[in-house]
């Protein structure tokens, strides 16, 4: 992310372009590329930290799924951005951050297990005020990107809800 931001913004390539433009021919290259993209340094900042930490967690503790719920995250939340969202570019990780926190909580309620359990419970205290972010009054944001990212985490967290926890 930091090194497309660098060629985007430093280099002077208008790459915001290959966001996600929803039900259009040239937006669909946007489900794979807006995650990569950020309008400004901020907001690649505030997306950072929270694809790591989320990212580290859901590889360590769901190995065995973490590339599925990973790709799901990824392209399934944009594919559904480009479907039912506004029209404008979505650009930016927030559906992916949004699709893993939503796993990784969700999971801790299905399994009902310690470990999960105690997962859900940090990813509520830490990432607990994303629940903000889907609210369609805040505009100025793709809170679609933030919606269909939580529907697709907490699908794929009751989908994968018996394959073992490490």
Do not use: C, D
């Not at 360590?60 to 944009?78: A, C, P």
Request: no cysteine; hydrophobic share 50%; glycine share 14%.
């Amino acid at each position: 992310m930091w090194l497309v931001y660098y060629v985007q913004h430093i280099g002077g390539y208008g790459l915001f372009l290959k966001g996600i433009l929803p039900r259009s021919a040239i937006g669909l290259t946007g489900i794979t590329f807006a995650p990569l993209l950020h309008g400004s340094l901020s907001h690649l900042a505030s997306n950072t930290l929270p694809v790591l930490l989320l990212g580290v967690t859901l590889y360590y503790f769901y190995g065995r799924i973490g590339n599925r719920v990973f790709v799901l995250s990824y392209f399934l939340t944009g594919f559904l951005v480009w479907l039912f969202g506004r029209p404008f570019y979505h650009l930016g990780a927030s559906g992916l951050v949004y699709g893993m926190a939503a796993f990784l909580f969700v999971s801790g309620l299905v399994r009902s297990e310690f470990v999960s359990l105690l997962i859900a419970l940090v990813v509520m205290l830490t990432y607990g005020g994303l629940i903000w972010g889907i609210s369609p009054l805040l505009t100025q944001i793709s809170w679609e990107s933030h919606l269909f990212g939580a529907i697709v985490g907490g699908t794929a967290a009751f989908t994968y809800r018996k394959v073992p926890i490490r």
